[in-house]
C-alpha cells in the first residue's frame, strides 16, 4: 500500500501514550472499585463489574487520570513546547473543569430535582419519575485523578 498510512494494530497495542491511557483509566476505575468494595457499597456482581467498567465520579477520578495521562505521554514524547502537547494540554483542562464544575453541579441539581419531585409525588401534586443524577467529582478526587495520570504517564513514557 504505497502512499496510503497503513493500520498496525501492534504498534497501537505497543504504543506507551496508548499504554499509559488504558493504564491510567483503568487504574483509577480499580482503585474506585477497591475503595467502593471496602466500604461496603457493592453488593453483587453487576454491581462490581459496573464499578469497574462504568461507574462516574468518585475516588480517583479516572476522567482526569486519563487526560493528564495522556498529556504528560504527548509532552514526553514530542515536547513540551509542541503544539500536540498544547492541544492535549488544553484537552486535559477542559475535561478537569467539567469534572469538578459543570457535571457535579449537574448530579448536584438533579439531586434536588429528584428530591422536590418526590415530595410532591408522595402528596399527589405531581407524576414523577426519578432523573438520573451523573455523579461529578469532588476537588480532592480531581487532584488524585491528576497525580495517578501524571504518575502514570512518567512511567509508561520513561520506562
Known amino acids: 500500500m504505497s502512499g496510503q498510512a497503513s493500520f498496525d494494530i501492534h504498534e497501537l497495542l505497543t504504543n506507551p501514550v496508548f499504554l499509559s491511557l488504558v493504564f ?3 487504574s483509577a476505575q480499580f482503585i474506585k472499585t477497591l475503595i467502593s468494595l471496602l466500604t461496603g457499597k457493592i453488593h453483587s456482581i453487576s454491581e462490581l463489574f ?3 467498567i462504568w461507574r462516574t465520579g468518585g475516588m480517583p477520578s479516572s476522567h482526569s487520570a486519563l487526560v493528564v495521562s495522556l498529556a504528560t505521554s504527548v509532552g ?5 513546547n509542541s503544539d500536540i502537547f498544547l492541544l492535549a494540554l488544553a484537552f486535559a483542562m477542559v475535561t478537569v473543569r467539567d469534572a469538578l464544575g459543570v457535571r457535579r453541579s449537574t ?3 438533579a439531586h434536588a430535582i429528584n428530591e422536590i419531585g418526590e415530595k410532591l409525588a408522595l402528596k399527589n401534586l405531581l407524576d414523577f419519575s426519578r432523573i438520573k443524577e451523573v455523579h461529578g467529582h469532588k476537588p480532592f478526587e480531581v487532584i ?8 502514570i504517564g512518567v512511567a509508561f513514557s520513561a520506562l
Not at 514526553?76 to 513540551?80: K, S
Open 144 to 151: 488524585m485523578g491528576c497525580f495517578l495520570g501524571l504518575c
Open 50 to 52: 459496573n464499578s469497574l
Open 107 to 109: 448530579g448536584i441539581q
Open 24 to 26: 491510567s483509566w483503568f
Open 76 to 80: 514526553y514524547r514530542n515536547g513540551f
